[in-house]
T-cell receptor
Framework: QQPVQSPQAVILREGEDAVINCSSS?????VHWYRQKHGEAPVFLMI?????EQKGHEKISASFNEKKQQSSLYLTASQLSYSGTYFC?????????????FGRGTQLTVWP | DAGVIQSPRHEVTEMGQEVTLRCKPI?????LFWYRQTMMRGLELLIY????????DSGMPEDRFSAKMPNASFSTLKIQPSEPRDSAVYFC????????????????FGEGSRLTVL
């Protein structure tokens, strides 16, 4: 039930773009994205509740393909501050109310 | 406004000792989660409370782990007896229901309690 994230790690130069993918074997109710910097707590980025939904947060956006049970996080013109580990969290349809499964994370490093 | 407050931030103990981790959720949040983070297993949900009632504890590893939420502003996670494999960062998070009335809204995480069991 844990979603699968890819890639495991990404190294970018400032200004480059990246895509992080999250897929589940279960039918999904919602997808959450969080960013965690080293030694800190995960911080919420966005939640997608409906298939086809897209959202943006600064130059970070995400999409949710309900049929494919997938979500993607898009980081555009990356900044140094984007470095960290990105986690997707998924809530399965039919699972216990409130249960959120997190992927293993994608470590993003942005170099100047 | 204060965020989720966890204590202690760091705990080093010896195998067999009892460990108690504490959490104060954000005022007004009615859902509280305990997660464990390790390199090997990532972020694992241990237990989830809604309105102080445990809803899902299927993630609790074994009987050595117990969690309580005696009131809306306090929760504890206890490990007795502790083992080296319990070493991890334990996060507490709280949330309101999602705006759409769905299962989970935005989670606000505490700074975590780093546990080392020798």
């Amino acid at each position: 039930q844990q979603p699968v994230q890819s890639p495991q790690a990404v190294i970018l130069r400032e200004g480059e773009d990246a895509v992080i993918n999250c897929s589940s074997s279960k039918a999904l109710y919602s997808v959450h994205w969080y960013r965690q910097k080293h030694g800190e707590a995960p911080v919420f980025l966005m939640i997608l509740l409906k298939g086809g939904e897209q959202k943006g947060h600064e130059k970070i956006s995400a999409s949710f393909n309900e049929k494919k049970q997938q979500s993607s996080l898009y980081l555009t013109a990356s900044q140094l501050s984007y470095s960290g580990t990105y986690f997707c969290g998924t809530a399965d349809r039919g699972s216990t109310l409130g249960r959120l499964y997190f992927g293993r994370g994608t470590q993003l490093t942005v170099w100047p | 406004d204060a965020g989720v407050i966890q204590s202690p931030r760091h705990e080093v103990t010896e195998m067999g000792q009892e460990v108690t981790l504490r959490c104060k959720p954000i005022s007004g949040h009615n859902s509280l989660f305990w997660y464990r983070q390790t390199m090997m297993r990532g972020l694992e949900l241990l237990i989830y409370f809604n309105n102080n009632v445990p809803i899902d504890d299927s993630g609790m590893p074994e009987d050595r782990f117990s969690a309580k939420m005696p009131n809306a502003s306090f929760s504890t996670l206890k490990i007795q007896p502790s083992e080296p494999r319990d070493s991890a960062v334990y996060f507490c998070a709280s949330s309101l229901p999602s705006l759409a009335g769905g299962p989970t809204g935005e989670l606000f995480f505490g700074e975590g309690s780093r546990l080392t069991v020798l």
